[in-house]
Structure formats: C-alpha cells, structure tokens
C-alpha cells in the first residue's frame, strides 16, 4: 500500500487547510488512518487517527480545532486544521494501519509541511 499525501501549505493564523492522504496499491481493508506531525527540535506526536471501529481521537491541543475524517470508497482520509495557530507549524505525516493476506502492517506517506504565519 501506498500512501499520497497533499494539501499542505503556507497560511496566517487563525486560517484554515485540509490535508488529504489517499491509499492505493493491491487489495487492502484500512482499518485506521491518522497523522502524526513533527516540527524542529520536538518529537513526533500523534495529532489525529480514525479507527474503523472507533470514532476518532485527538491530541490535547488539537481538540476543537482539527477534523479528521475517511472516505471509505476512496481509501482517503482528511484533516481539516481550522484556527491554526503557530505552534502547529510541522511536518505533518499520515499513516494507515491496514491489513491485507500477509497480516497487518503500517503504511506512511511523504512529509507534509504546513507553515502557518502571524
């Protein structure tokens, strides 16, 4: 499985940007998509995932300002990032934990950067 990220991107604080991350490749059942972010001099954390049999969960700082989401038909998943504040300037990386005839295994996709300004 492969997984294409987009949608990052410079804005002002207090705006807004979606990220996108779509699966493909081979035959496939995704059972959590989520992204994690990491921004110099800080370890990677956990901002969002969505289970299959689970809503969904955020990082503390996160909570009421970001949305992920999934379109099944499509594999894709999406993080909607509103009121982006400053200290959420990353590189935000997206995951899928999928299962397919040889067991479970966790895809990323590329690097994302989102640079919001004052």
């Known amino acids: 499985v492969q997984l294409q990220a987009s949608g990052g991107g410079l804005v002002q604080a207090g705006g807004s940007l979606r990220l996108s991350c779509a699966a493909s490749?081979?035959?496939?059942?995704?059972?959590?998509f989520g992204w994690f972010r990491q921004s110099p001099g800080n370890a990677r954390e956990q901002v969002a995932a969505i289970r299959s049999d689970s809503g969904p969960n955020y990082e503390d700082s996160v909570k009421g300002r970001f949305t992920i989401s999934r379109d099944n038909t499509k594999n894709t998943a999406y993080l909607q990032m509103d009121s982006l504040k400053l200290e959420d300037t990353a590189v935000y990386y997206c995951?899928?934990?999928?299962?397919?005839?040889?067991?479970?295994?966790?895809?990323w996709g590329q690097g994302t950067l989102v640079t919001v300004s004052s």
């Open positions: 995951f899928a934990r999928y299962s397919n005839y040889t067991g479970y295994h966790t895809a």
């Open positions: 490749g081979g035959t496939f059942t995704i059972k959590a």
